[in-house]
């Protein structure tokens, strides 16, 4: 069987889940005897057999980020002739692949890490591009063969957002995580080199700052913790100017009543951010829109506590009090996710964290108890032979 793998997102080009989840799938099915993947991914050239990239056209330079990335699936469709399916990730690269099976006639699948309808604050960022974006995901999805939902949640979501598709088309397959690379890594040289003191109590996030990952709503609850702990901000990849000013302001307010607050912009290689896992007591994802979550996954593998937001797919991940803690959320159904009551979510958010930070051996409990439930039910073998069992039922019902 021969898939070809169409993504934005391909190593060493990676900022999110969904590029962290082409490549470790990727690497699972190549694994698998009988089976060939074969990657299109945006970006610079790659030196992997069986990988081909895609620059943006150079005659869309300028022109709007939608148009460009739209420029790169047609390169990408007419270079899959000859797969027997193609399995597309994001909306980025589902036009790819709803044009690759119209030309060459192989089923398309697509994988569901996100929405687009449920995340307009993209319009912040991409302008009109953002309805050229959506119309490109409704387009695949409602053609897609078969549609692959990384959570329960999400797939409510889809036959929400798309009621058109039939259900029996789309699956669940659960995010994975390599338990090998993501594992406790004790280094308090090498933390302490990052400006973090790994003896305080510290609470970590790791993300993107997006309205999606909640990071101002978790500044805002670090306001209310207790003056010893530690603030680690792995965050950087601001999706618009307004707002990375406002994380900004929200830092430099923390800095002023209290020490211990470190923002690390850049992006770390993994060695370095394993060790500021497992340093730390608490994980927090303050997502306010998470189809699942595999920063959580990758926190619990490294055996950190997380008390995340009770939305999405987060609740089949984190056990409440046994792997963490779910904060309850109340959102509006305009679908932004927006809380209705911030305030009270903030004040929960702050009260989660204290609780697990002011007990140290609790946190490190649920730590344990994390990476346990990471290496039990979300390994990458388990979640290629999955995948490839949807394939199989695609190209069954295809032929």
Same mark, same amino acid.
């Given at each position: 069987m021969r898939v070809d793998v169409l993504s934005k997102e391909y190593p060493p080009e990676v900022y999110g889940g969904a590029g962290v989840h082409v490549a470790e799938l990727v690497r699972a099915l190549r694994a698998v005897d009988g089976v060939e993947a074969r990657v299109h991914a945006f970006g610079a050239?790659?030196?992997?057999?069986?990988?081909?990239?895609?620059?943006?056209?150079?005659?869309?330079?300028?022109?709007?980020a939608a148009l460009r990335t739209l420029g790169v699936d047609l390169e990408i469709a007419a270079a899959t002739g000859g797969a027997d399916l193609v399995h597309s990730h994001t909306w980025y690269a589902n036009m790819a692949g709803h044009l690759s099976s119209l030309?060459?006639?192989?089923?398309?699948?697509?994988?569901?890490?996100?929405?687009?309808?449920?995340?307009?604050?993209?319009?912040?960022?991409?302008?009109?591009?953002?309805?050229?974006?959506?119309?490109?995901?409704?387009?695949?999805?409602?053609?897609?063969?078969?549609?692959?939902?990384?959570?329960?949640?999400m797939r409510d979501d889809v036959l929400r957002s798309y009621p058109s598709i039939d259900p029996a088309r789309v699956h669940v397959?659960?995010?994975?995580?390599?338990?090998?690379?993501?594992?406790?890594?004790?280094?308090?040289?090498?933390?302490?080199?990052l400006g973090v003191d790994p003896d305080r109590p510290t609470v970590?996030?790791?993300?993107?700052?997006?309205?999606?990952?909640?990071?101002?709503?978790?500044?805002?609850?670090?306001?209310?913790?207790?003056?010893?702990?530690? =603030? !680690?901000?792995?965050?950087? $990849?601001? @999706?618009?100017?307004?707002?990375?000013?406002e994380v900004e302001g929200l830092v430099a /307010? #923390?800095?002023?009543?209290?020490?211990?607050?470190?923002?690390?912009?850049?992006?770390?290689?993994?060695?370095?951010?394993?060790?500021?896992l497992t340093s730390a007591d608490v994980f927090a994802c303050p997502s306010i829109y998470e189809p699942l979550g595999i920063v959580n996954l990758e926190a619990m593998a490294c055996?950190?506590?997380?008390?995340?937001?009770?939305?999405?797919g987060i609740p089949e991940v984190v056990v409440?009090?046994?792997?963490?803690? =779910? !904060?309850?959320?109340?959102? $509006?159904? @305009?679908?932004?996710?927006?809380?209705?009551?911030?305030?009270?979510?903030?004040? /929960? #958010?702050?009260?989660?964290?204290?609780s697990l930070l002011g007990d140290r051996e609790r946190a490190a409990r649920?730590?344990?108890?994390?990476?346990?439930?990471?290496?039990?039910?979300?390994?990458?073998t388990a979640v290629a032979q999955r995948t490839l069992d949807v394939y199989r039922e695609v190209l069954a019902a295809s032929s």
């Open positions: 050239p790659r030196d992997e057999a069986g990988t081909a990239s895609y620059a943006e056209p150079a005659g869309l330079a300028g022109a709007n030309l060459h006639g192989a089923p398309h699948v697509v994988s569901a890490h996100s929405l687009e309808p449920l995340r307009p604050w993209k319009a912040e960022q991409l302008g009109g591009g953002y309805r050229v974006s959506s119309w490109a995901e409704k387009t695949a999805y409602e053609a897609a063969a078969g549609v692959i939902a990384v959570s329960a949640a397959v659960h995010n994975g995580i390599d338990t090998a690379d993501w594992a406790p890594h004790h280094d308090a040289e090498r933390v302490r080199a970590i996030f790791v993300g993107r700052i997006t309205r999606q990952k909640g990071l101002p709503l978790f500044l805002r609850a670090c306001a209310a913790l207790p003056p010893e702990v530690q =603030l !680690v901000l792995c965050a950087g $990849a601001p @999706d618009t100017p307004e707002i990375m000013a /307010d #923390l800095r002023e009543s209290r020490d211990g607050v470190v923002w690390i912009a850049e992006m770390l290689p993994r060695a370095d951010v394993t060790a500021l055996e950190t506590a997380v008390v995340a937001t009770a939305t999405g409440p009090g046994e792997t963490g803690l =779910l !904060v309850p959320i109340d959102q $509006a159904d @305009d679908d932004t996710g927006t809380p209705l009551d911030p305030d009270r979510y903030v004040s /929960d #958010l702050a009260g989660a964290l204290t649920m730590g344990r108890a994390g990476r346990e439930r990471a290496v039990e039910h979300f390994s990458w």
